[in-house]
């Protein structure tokens, strides 16, 4: 009975190990900084401008510029002049932004800005040279099974599934389950990082309110029967296998245990 205890405590221990092991994450950019004084009378856009000289500058120069040769390739931004509302309320709505090394591809995180001081940096941001607004798509106007077609034929090659995201060379293309019908309308027009940007010439505003719709749809298959487990990615998958692996171990153990006569 000891030994199976001392089997079953391997194994546990075995298992928090592995629960540990998770992929490298960039790491945290650390608290915004949030101007304390001023602000209490400032406009929105003031208080936005106050908060890129805090946040942004470093990487995207004075008057959003842009950095592009500076000796430490940590510090690099692309100017947003002409970038618009619509690329600065995508950046800061999926926690893209602020980066903490310029290096990293931008993850999907918690904004880091409260609603007021998101709204002041996207006014400041489209104060810089225009650009276009923040989309307003309408994805009930679409048709889920055009929307399917577009997605096949432009997104799926890198984000496979909706709920799986995909990997590419020297990028991970993420899921789209997080992503809100503005943040995807978003995002096919700027292409961020490596994806590529869609003109209104290759997806039309009508023909995004489908790709949209289905985007929506997909986020939740209905499962029929069983328990779907290929729409949560490989981690629950590999949990299962566990726990199936564990009882099974459990019971070599145990058998083996018997026949050594102790
Ligand atoms: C060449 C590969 C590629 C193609 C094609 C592509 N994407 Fe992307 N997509 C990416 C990568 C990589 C990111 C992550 C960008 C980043 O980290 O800054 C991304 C990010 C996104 C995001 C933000 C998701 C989030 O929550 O972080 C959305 C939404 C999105 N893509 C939708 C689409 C749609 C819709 C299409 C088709 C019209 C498409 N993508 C085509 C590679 C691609
Ligand atoms: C450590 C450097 C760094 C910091 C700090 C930083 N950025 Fe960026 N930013 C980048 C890089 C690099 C890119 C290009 C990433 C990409 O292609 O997805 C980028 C892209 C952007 C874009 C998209 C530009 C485009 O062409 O569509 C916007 C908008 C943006 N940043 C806004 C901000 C705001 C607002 C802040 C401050 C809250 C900020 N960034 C802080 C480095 C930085």
Redesign the pocket.
């Known amino acids: 009975m000891r030994r199976l205890a001392a089997a079953i405590a391997t194994l546990i221990v075995a298992l928090l190990a592995l629960l540990a092991v998770k992929a490298p994450a960039a790491p945290p950019p650390g608290p915004?900084i949030v101007p304390t004084g001023g602000e209490r009378g400032a406009s929105t856009r003031q208080l936005g401008e106050e908060?890129?000289a805090a946040?942004?500058v470093?990487?995207?120069g004075v008057g959003g510029r842009g950095i592009v040769r500076s000796t430490d390739p940590?510090?690099?931004?692309?100017s947003?002049r002409g970038?618009g509302a619509l690329?600065?309320d995508f950046?800061?709505r999926t926690g893209?932004?602020?980066?903490?090394?310029?290096t990293d591809q931008?993850v999907r995180a918690p904004p880091r800005f409260a609603e007021r001081e998101i709204r002041g940096?996207v006014a400041y941001?489209a104060s810089l040279g225009g650009g276009p607004g923040v989309p307003r798509p309408n994805p009930g106007a679409g048709s889920v099974a055009e929307g399917r077609e577009l997605f096949t034929e432009h997104c799926a090659g890198c984000h496979q599934a909706v709920a799986e995201g995909g990997v590419m060379p020297g990028a991970k293309a993420p899921q789209l389950k997080h992503a809100t019908p503005r943040q995807i309308a978003e995002a096919v027009r700027?292409g961020?990082?490596v994806m590529p940007k869609f003109s209104e010439k290759d997806i039309s505003d009508a023909q995004l309110n489908a790709l949209i719709a289905y985007v929506q749809y997909a986020k939740d298959p209905r499962d029929e029967g069983g328990w779907g487990i290929n729409h949560l990615g490989p981690f629950p998958e590999g949990m299962v296998a566990w726990l199936l692996a564990i009882p099974a171990l459990v019971l070599i153990c145990r058998a083996i245990g018997k026949r050594v006569p102790s």
């Open positions: 915004p908060l890129f946040n942004c470093r990487c995207h940590a510090l690099r931004g692309p947003l970038v690329a600065a950046y800061l893209y932004m602020p980066l903490a090394d310029a931008p940096i941001v700027i961020p990082y």
